[in-house]
């Protein structure tokens, strides 16, 4: 999953990105919303964690704009203490969740939690794919309560698929959504097919894996019930 934080302020700017990539997210930051702007533009995120009040832009034209453009991702904006207002007109905007300031990060992940499990349409933090059960919170795969040692790519390959089953998912989105910014080349190389080869590997040994079905020259596809 990758995450585009927008805060002016430096210091809980760095606080999430760190936080968060402990997470297993891939981080972004923008400090003004013209960065923000531009890469939103340019990218698709996960999550947009949106500061409203932002020196050089007001954040609600950046969540407009960002929904008028069709983007997809889940913005979580964040307000000033207390002021409500800001919260309506974000949820009116079309955001999906929103935090005051000041929050706690485990509050943040909590909901960035329960966005994905609506999303998705998830009931809880697990995912089961032909025995194999994914732990979201705590990143880890099992079959029949054996845990499976993935890395933690692997596993955000796995996820992000899983998410998104029954999906084709090409090469161009698991470069972006797991190892976010990455040059035009490595578009082409195959080192996501290596990572697949590996997680194949992996879940083999305990069960079937034909789910994971590569479609020529695009990409891959999970296919789950
Ligand atoms: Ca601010």
Not at 46 to 68: C, H, M, S, T, W
Not at 184 to 189: K, L, V
Request: hydrophobic share 35%; proline share 1%.
């Amino acid at each position: 999953m990758n995450v585009l934080i927008v805060e002016d302020e430096r210091q809980l700017s760095h606080e999430i990105e760190i936080f968060l990539t402990k997470q297993g997210y891939q981080c972004d930051v923008a400090f003004t919303g013209k960065s923000a702007s531009e890469k939103i533009y340019v990218n698709s995120y996960d999550f947009v964690l949106l500061d409203i009040g932002l020196p050089d832009y007001n954040g609600f034209n950046l969540l407009r704009e960002a929904k008028q453009s069709g983007k997809e991702s889940a913005f979580i904006i964040v307000t000033a203490r207390g002021s409500t207002d800001d919260k309506i007109t974000g949820l009116d905007l079309g955001a999906d969740d929103y935090l005051s300031k000041p929050f706690s990060l485990l509050e943040l992940q909590a909901r960035m939690q329960a966005i994905l499990r609506r999303k998705h349409g998830l009931k809880n933090n697990t995912i089961e794919i032909n025995g194999f059960v994914l732990d979201i919170q705590n990143r880890t795969v099992s079959f029949k309560n054996n845990p499976i040692n993935l890395t933690k790519k692997e596993f955000d390959i796995l996820h992000y698929m899983a998410l998104h089953k029954n999906r084709v998912i090409t090469r161009v989105q698991l470069t972006e959504h797991i190892w976010g910014d990455v040059l035009e080349e490595d578009y082409e190389s195959n080192y996501i097919d290596v990572h697949i080869k590996n997680l194949r590997k992996k879940l083999s040994v305990y069960g079937n894996t034909d789910f994971i079905e590569t479609v020529r020259g695009i990409g891959y596809r999970l296919n789950m019930a």
